[in-house]
């Protein structure tokens, strides 16, 4: 089975951080902007799944292409949370326009390990994801392996619950 997962957001929120966070379990530091298609294998329920996942400064372009979304903004850049509020609407819009409304979407508030330059508040981003009716996790792709893993499970959970991998 296969899922198509794309990651959008502003630049410099993490995007790349997450991804190869969950595919290594390391953080590197820098990454390039390099469009990057990854493979990734998990196991739902015995079954294997595989998650194609895109990493890409241009991640807009894969909107239809998508069984899940993870919008990942920075909590030290206001913009960045300004940018997903956008691209929430945005995704709700074309899937109404795709009569698909299945496809889970799951708010990212990134950089957690930076709070004492926090500008956006868990509760902002939790209240976002509550009016929208997406899922919402703040994490640290530098110092937590085990929360970028709860942001992919938890859309692995909500897409085959949405039975789209089924
Ligand atoms: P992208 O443009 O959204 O793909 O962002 P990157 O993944 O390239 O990350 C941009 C910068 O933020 C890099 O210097 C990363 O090292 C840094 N970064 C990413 N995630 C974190 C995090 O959780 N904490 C901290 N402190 N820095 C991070
Ligand atoms: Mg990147």
Known sequence: ??????????????????????????????????????????????????????????????????????????????????????LVQAIKSAKDYLNVDKAPIVIVGNKRDLHHRRTVLSEEGRLLALKTDCHFYEVSAAENYHSVLMVFDGLVDRMKDAKLTV
Not at 10 to 23: I, Q, W
Not at 29 to 49: K, P
Request: include cysteine; charge should be negative; proline fraction near 1%.
């Open 1 to 86: 089975m296969d899922a198509n997962v794309v990651v959008m957001g502003k630049e410099s929120v993490g995007k790349s951080a997450l991804t190869v966070r969950l595919l290594t379990r390391r953080f590197i530091g820098e990454y390039g902007d390099i469009e990057s298609i990854y493979s990734h294998s998990v196991s739902v329920d015995g079954r294997e799944i595989t998650l194609n996942i895109w990493d890409s400064p241009y991640s807009e372009k894969k909107v239809q292409w998508a069984d899940g979304y993870v919008l990942v903004y920075s909590i030290c850049d206001r913009a960045s949370f300004n940018a997903v509020c956008r």
